[in-house]
């Protein structure tokens, strides 16, 4: 007979049973306490363009969207356009992520625009090594040079942006209005004891744990970082962004346009061979689109395309050779005026502007005097080209007669009389006669 069982018994039973789950929820519990900090990564090493600017407002979105602790961009920027450098300011100061904005690697530089970009990020860095400043605001666009009173503005404009954004950040507002003034530039240590930057590490594990546990405000309000044992993510541009970033360098663009140029000016000189035409068709499109997003003066580009006009000119009036030099210099004068801007970054660069001007006009004027000489060439058929022929009298010809030429019957007529069989050249043709003269031997 079975006895029944004790309390304890019961008790001790239930708790083995339930052992596995309570150690499975603690197991979970600590799982979660543990779960490392991830930080999204993005680098920028290129000047600061529209496409540039939507890849930053991208990462900066998808950090927050994505439950990333927050976003590390990693800077080396010779500078760029007002407006895109605003956007991505904008965007970093109405951030629902922290936003880190890390200087690096060594010999890299935040200047120009990156000057303002670091200043508005939660957390501003620099690698040993790495110079920020020189963020005096330059005539970019149409018109050239601004005058003295609109420059004036420009620089007063620029100077209350950059101070508004260093007072926010309580970051170095002296400091940052000399580098709108006066182009001052400095070096990581000096950023970090003027208090422009919050640090300066050798790289980005020593960044987060000097990080770790400070406060900053975001547009939800105050938040602790919490980096302690952080795993990055590294982002990668799209292939749509790679794209347009390529595009916006104004050493492509610039190639691109006289290709599209080229190309046209190929098609119409020479009608029927399509394949210039569609590449010329495209790379012109690209140019112009690539143009939206720099600072074009649009009298440069008119000058180049007055210089391909000279050059079609050329072909169709013999100038001897006045307009292709007039279309070479108007392509060079174009060139150099195509980006005016003091900007390096926005500029074609002198190793690309001179071996385009030098391909390109060699192309033109190696093409226009193939045509010259084609026009100038003695005709090869028809009745133009029987002058000089010659051939051999097949009956005797003084008033009429025969000759043969280039296997030819015709009829022939002659100034003094030639007997039949002798050799004789045409001196031009005259109602479908051949007037001739006999080759003295």
């Known amino acids: 007979m079975r006895r029944p069982m004790s309390r304890r018994m019961i008790l001790t039973a239930a708790a083995v049973a339930l052992l596995p789950v309570f150690l499975n929820a603690s197991g979970e519990v600590s799982s979660a306490a543990e779960k490392a900090p991830v930080f999204d990564v993005i680098t920028v090493s290129a000047a600061i363009t529209p496409p540039i600017a939507e890849y930053i407002i991208q990462s900066i979105t998808e950090a927050a969207k994505n439950g990333a602790e927050g976003l590390i961009i990693r800077l080396d920027t010779p500078g760029g356009l007002d407006l895109?450098?605003?956007?991505?300011?904008?965007?970093?100061?109405?951030?629902?992520?922290?936003?880190?904005?890390?200087v690096a690697p060594s010999g890299a530089r935040a200047a120009s625009a990156g000057v303002i970009i670091t200043v508005a990020a939660h957390i501003a860095a620099m690698a040993p090594g790495t110079n920020i400043g020189a963020a005096h605001p330059v005539s970019l666009g149409i018109g050239g040079a601004m005058d003295k009173t609109m420059s004036q503005k420009v620089?007063?404009?620029?100077?209350?942006?950059?101070?508004?954004?260093?007072?926010?950040?309580?970051?170095n507002e002296e400091w940052v209005e000399k580098a709108v003034r006066k182009s001052v530039s400095i070096t990581a240590e000096e950023a970090l004891r003027?208090?422009?930057?919050?640090?300066?590490?050798?790289?980005?594990?020593?960044?987060?744990?000097?990080?770790?546990?400070?406060?900053?405000?975001?547009?939800a309000g105050k938040k602790v970082l919490r980096t302690k044992g952080?795993?990055?993510?590294?982002?990668?541009?799209?292939?749509?962004?790679?794209?347009?970033?390529?595009?916006?360098d104004p050493n492509i663009a610039y190639i691109l346009l006289l290709v599209g140029l080229a190309g046209l000016y190929f098609e119409f000189s020479t009608p029927g061979v399509i394949l210039p035409g569609v590449i010329g068709g495209i790379s012109l499109i690209m140019a112009f689109f690539a143009m939206q997003t720099l600072p074009v003066n649009y009298a440069g580009v008119a000058l180049i395309i007055f210089s391909i006009i000279l050059f079609i000119a050329e072909i169709k009036v013999i100038s001897h050779g006045?307009?292709?030099?007039?279309?070479?210099?108007?392509?060079?004068?174009?060139?150099?005026?195509?980006?005016?801007?003091?900007?390096?970054?926005?500029?074609?660069?002198?190793?690309?502007?001179?071996?385009?001007?030098?391909?390109?006009?060699l192309f033109f004027i190696t093409v226009i005097a193939i045509a010259v000489k084609a026009q100038l060439r003695k005709p090869q058929g028809g009745q133009e080209g029987m002058a000089g022929e010659e051939g051999q009298a097949v009956t005797d010809v003084y008033a009429g007669g025969k000759v043969m030429i280039n296997g030819e019957y015709w009829s022939a007529v002659s100034d003094v009389p030639v007997a039949k069989g002798a050799k004789v050249r045409v001196i031009r043709v005259e109602h479908l006669k051949v007037r001739i003269e006999p080759i003295e031997k």
Do not use: C
């Open 84 to 102: 895109a450098m605003r956007d991505i300011a904008k965007e970093i100061l109405n951030a629902h992520v922290p936003v880190i904005v890390y």
């Open 194 to 219: 003027l208090k422009v930057v919050d640090f300066v590490t050798e790289d980005m594990n020593q960044l987060l744990s000097q990080a770790d546990g400070r406060e900053i405000s975001l547009a």
């Open 155 to 171: 620089v007063n404009d620029a100077v209350a942006y950059v101070r508004g954004i260093a007072k926010k950040r309580n970051r």
């Open 322 to 361: 006045i307009l292709t030099i007039g279309g070479v210099i108007s392509l060079i004068i174009g060139s150099l005026m195509l980006f005016e801007t003091p900007d390096p970054a926005l500029r074609v660069s002198w190793n690309v502007l001179v071996p385009a001007v030098a391909v390109t006009s």
């Open 230 to 248: 952080a795993v990055f993510n590294e982002k990668k541009m799209g292939t749509r962004q790679k794209v347009l970033s390529v595009l916006s």
